[in-house]
């Protein structure tokens, strides 16, 4: 589970996250929903630490990453903005070296690689140096070596980007498995698609505020409308907060 209550980070006279909160429970997929410039990707790097909040906490399965850093670090699985592969190391290798991180060694290691190359087939990847993929294989390691050690809790910034149909599919597939497991996931979007097609509730953010939360369902009867996206629309055009 990932709890964050009132985060505040600005940069100069730039407030990016002013006093949001949320609750992104295990068994469930939580999705950040918001424009660009919303505060999405800003939220999620404070949330697992590589940014250090203004204001407000941040837990972890019950750690508070400020208090003890590394062990809630340790329970996360990041998909971050930028993916950051080395050029020269091969797909095996970025895997090994994250699992070794998070303490896998030996026959747990490979049996991980093993495991974790499978969930987007990328055994053709692992013995070639990232240099010259592209970005939708880029993409794939990123997401397979977010996951090399199991993580109880994974967050993921846009990971759709640059996939391509059948690739999109398997990722679909493979959180919708990870949330029957208990995993706790949350990913942030723009792309009301794939919101509404994986989300059990939704945040919604603007200006670095929190507009609405709820289900899909909830969001549309308290819009007043049909659909995820007119909701949406209606939602962050709004002068105030809703919670549900």
Do not use: W
């Not at 055994?123 to 939708?136: E, I, T, V, Y």
């Not at 939360?213 to 909830?218: C, F, I, K, L, N």
């Amino acid at each position: 589970m990932i709890e964050v209550e009132g985060l505040c980070k600005s940069f100069g006279e730039i407030k990016a996250v002013d006093d949001f909160s949320l609750r992104a429970e295990d068994g469930r997929i939580t999705g950040l929903l918001g424009p660009n410039g919303a505060g999405k990707t800003t939220t999620l790097r404070t949330i697992y630490g590589l940014q250090q909040a203004d204001q407000g906490s941040v837990r972890v399965d019950g750690s508070d990453i400020a208090q003890d850093f590394l062990a809630a670090t340790a329970k996360v699985g990041i998909f971050p903005d930028s993916i950051g592969l080395y050029d020269r190391l091969t797909t095996r290798e970025h895997l090994r070296f994250y699992g070794e991180m998070h303490g896998l060694s030996d026959a747990d290691l490979e049996e991980a690689i093993d495991r974790t190359q499978g969930y987007f087939n990328i055994d053709d990847l692992l013995d070639r140096r990232c240099k010259g993929f592209s970005h939708g294989q880029k993409m794939k390691v990123a997401l397979s070596r977010a996951l090399i050690h199991s993580p109880q809790n994974l967050i993921l910034d846009e990971p759709t980007n640059g996939l391509d149909v059948m690739s999109i599919r398997l990722l679909r597939e493979l959180l919708s498995r990870l949330r029957d497991e208990g995993k706790c996931i949350l990913f942030s979007s723009h792309v009301m698609q794939e919101v509404s097609a994986l989300c059990d509730y939704i945040y919604i953010m603007a200006a670095g505020r929190l507009m609405a939360a709820g289900t899909p369902e909830q969001l549309c009867e308290k819009a007043q409308t049909e659909t995820l996206e007119e909701a949406f629309v209606s939602l962050i055009g709004s002068d105030e907060g809703i919670a549900l």
